[in-house]
């Protein structure tokens, strides 16, 4: 039975809330990670290493995430797309936060040796292929229960606003706990913003159980439009879309993990700054985010997905040299302002990159495809970045070699986004290959 326009209004409000609290909680437990492991894994986990060598050991192990996040698209795309978006975020949900709350009890090397470094990445590994299932989840929670074509940009903007979010309050639960006198940060406060997650995952548990499933999958359930190879079926009809949609990635995902998670090996060891200083002001980077995503959401409704992001891509390619001489001098007002300013190219991004990679794909497989494109940009950008930004600067002792590196993603990232079909204010509620209902390569629809 039909819902009625007031009934629609509110399943929305509460599927954005749902996506928004959800991907929040998520990205916390995944920052927190990405923020200790500059700051204790290293010493902790690798303390007979050299300080650099142990940097590297630490984010190899924060690579394993990104590298578990296409194996989560996988099993939670197939899922999303056979049982629905409700039950899949549920899931994703429950596997990622109990997956950080244990990061809290993993012991130091001191302890049991090499095995706490094998723990901590057994458990990085989960919490990617948690973060893996719940974007494509998220986003399709919000996108699939807007009311008009004109504002999806917005909509599904909401769930990317769980990244600043997150990063804000793992930030934050860090620069809390940084402030302990002596070494009982390396020791057991590190640990406490863990173990605050689970308070995190109940609220986001309650909140995502008292949600109704997104109209476009009710009708695919209803019509007995369910694939029963969802994953399958979507690598064989829209590879093109897959890969186009990782690519898209490089220019947004990279360069963030370098700004905002390299930033502390760099500023700390390298330059020798206030690690209070590098953290408050990635918390000020994120508060920024706050209103800049949902903006640049709002901007592609108006302007056009595809060219609101090639115009961030080209921001950030710019940017990446003005960042690191900014960064470079020392100077704490300089580098609070870089690290700030470097979080505006990417809500460009950001902002339009759910409705933009989410309406390539039609409705029965969206959230495989989806999913899958997004996520393997994790395996060619967000994973390796820190790896090679580190790997970078230890050749050329510069941080403009970095730069460089922000600039080639940029460009892929412009030819990717060139090549992907706009959707901007269509129909997606059909399925694409429909009869009389397919769209050519470029950005019309037409009667077949």
Same mark, same amino acid.
């Given at each position: 039975?039909?819902?009625?326009?007031?009934?629609?209004?509110?399943?929305?409000?509460?599927?954005?809330?749902?996506?928004?609290?959800?991907?929040?909680?998520?990205?916390?437990?995944?920052?927190?990670?990405?923020?200790?492991?500059?700051?204790?894994?290293?010493?902790?986990?690798?303390?007979?290493?050299?300080? =650099? &060598?142990?940097?590297?050991?630490? @984010?190899?192990?924060? +690579?394993?995430? *990104?590298? /578990?996040?296409?194996?989560?698209? !996988?099993?939670?795309?197939?899922?999303?797309?056979?049982?629905?978006?409700?039950?899949?975020?549920?899931?994703?949900?429950?596997?990622?936060?109990?997956?950080?709350?244990?990061?809290?009890?993993?012991?130091?090397?001191?302890?049991?040796?090499?095995?706490?470094?094998?723990?901590?990445?057994?458990?990085?590994?989960?919490?990617?292929?948690?973060?893996?299932?719940?974007?494509?989840?998220?986003?399709?929670?919000?996108?699939?229960?807007?009311?008009?074509?004109?504002?999806?940009? =917005? &909509?599904?903007?909401?769930?990317? @606003?769980?990244?600043? +979010?997150?990063? *804000?309050? /793992?930030?934050?639960?860090?620069? !809390?706990?940084?402030?302990?006198?002596?070494?009982?940060?390396?020791?057991?406060?590190?640990?406490?913003?863990?173990?605050?997650?689970?308070?995190?995952?109940?609220?986001?548990?309650?909140?995502?159980?008292?949600?109704?499933?997104?109209?476009?999958?009710?009708?695919?359930?209803?019509?007995?439009?369910?694939?029963?190879?969802?994953?399958?079926?979507?690598?064989?009809?829209?590879?093109?879309?897959?890969?186009?949609?990782?690519?898209?990635?490089?220019?947004?995902?990279?360069?963030?993990?370098?700004?905002?998670?390299?930033?502390?090996?760099?500023?700390?060891?390298?330059?020798?700054?206030?690690?209070?200083?590098?953290?408050?002001?990635?918390?000020?980077?994120?508060?920024?985010?706050?209103?800049?995503?949902?903006?640049?959401?709002?901007?592609?409704?108006?302007?056009?997905?595809?060219?609101?992001?090639?115009?961030?891509?080209?921001?950030?390619?710019?940017?990446?040299?003005?960042?690191?001489?900014?960064?470079?001098?020392?100077?704490?007002?300089?580098?609070?302002?870089?690290?700030?300013?470097?979080?505006?190219?990417?809500?460009?991004?950001?902002?339009?990159?759910?409705?933009?990679?989410?309406?390539?794909?039609?409705?029965?497989?969206?959230?495989?495809?989806?999913?899958?494109?997004?996520?393997?940009?994790?395996?060619?950008?967000?994973?390796?970045?820190?790896?090679?930004?580190?790997?970078?600067?230890?050749?050329?002792?510069?941080?403009?070699?970095?730069?460089?590196?922000?600039?080639?993603?940029?460009?892929?990232?412009?030819?990717?986004?060139?090549?992907?079909?706009?959707?901007?204010?269509?129909?997606?509620?059909?399925?694409?290959?429909?009869?009389?209902?397919?769209?050519?390569?470029?950005?019309?629809?037409?009667?077949?």
């Amino acid at each position: 039975m039909p819902l009625s326009e007031t009934e629609a209004r509110r399943q929305l409000r509460r599927a954005v809330i749902a996506s928004t609290v959800g991907t929040t909680i998520e990205w916390y437990d995944f920052f927190l990670y990405s923020t200790v492991t500059g700051l204790v894994f290293a010493k902790l986990y690798f303390p007979e290493s050299n300080p =650099l &060598v142990g940097t590297l050991q630490a @984010f190899l192990i924060y +690579a394993v995430g *990104f590298i /578990a996040r296409p194996v989560g698209a !996988a099993i939670f795309g197939h899922y999303g797309d056979r049982i629905g978006r409700k039950a899949t975020l549920v899931a994703t949900l429950l596997l990622m936060g109990l997956a950080t709350f244990a990061v809290a009890f993993v012991p130091s090397y001191a302890r049991i040796g090499i095995w706490g470094a094998v723990a901590l990445t057994v458990l990085r590994f989960i919490q990617g292929v948690g973060v893996g299932g719940e974007w494509g989840g998220s986003v399709l929670m919000s996108m699939e229960w807007a009311r008009s074509d004109a504002h999806r940009g =917005l &909509v599904a903007s909401w769930p990317q @606003f769980g990244v600043p +979010a997150g990063l *804000f309050l /793992a930030n934050l639960a860090v620069l !809390a706990m940084s402030s302990l006198a002596g070494d009982q940060f390396l020791t057991w406060g590190w640990r406490v913003p863990f173990l605050l997650s689970i308070v995190l995952v109940a609220i986001g548990l309650y909140i995502r159980l008292n949600i109704l499933e997104t109209p476009v999958f009710a009708r695919l359930l209803a019509e007995h439009r369910i694939e029963k190879t969802p994953m399958l079926e979507v690598i064989r009809r829209q590879p093109k879309d897959i890969l186009l949609s990782a690519l898209v990635r490089m220019a947004e995902q990279a360069p963030f993990y370098i700004f905002t998670a390299f930033v502390f090996t760099y500023g700390v060891m390298t330059l020798g700054m206030s690690r209070n200083l590098l953290l408050t002001a990635v918390l000020a980077a994120a508060v920024l985010e706050f209103f800049t995503i949902p903006f640049f959401g709002h901007l592609s409704d108006v302007w056009g997905r595809r060219r609101m992001y090639i115009a961030g891509a080209v921001a950030v390619g710019v940017f990446g040299f003005l960042y690191f001489a900014m960064v470079d001098t020392r100077n704490p007002m300089w580098v609070f302002a870089a690290i700030v300013l470097s979080l505006v190219p990417h809500s460009m991004m950001y902002g339009p990159q759910a409705a933009l990679i989410a309406e390539t794909f039609t409705g029965r497989l969206r959230y495989s495809g989806a999913s899958m494109g997004y996520q393997l940009a994790s395996v060619i950008a967000g994973g390796p970045a820190p790896l090679i930004a580190t790997a970078l600067f230890a050749r050329y002792q510069s941080g403009y070699a970095i730069a460089v590196y922000v600039l080639v993603c940029a460009a892929l990232s412009v030819f990717a986004a060139s090549q992907l079909r706009d959707y901007t204010n269509k129909d997606i509620s059909r399925e694409y290959d429909d009869t009389g209902a397919t769209h050519d390569s470029g950005d019309t629809w037409h009667a077949a």
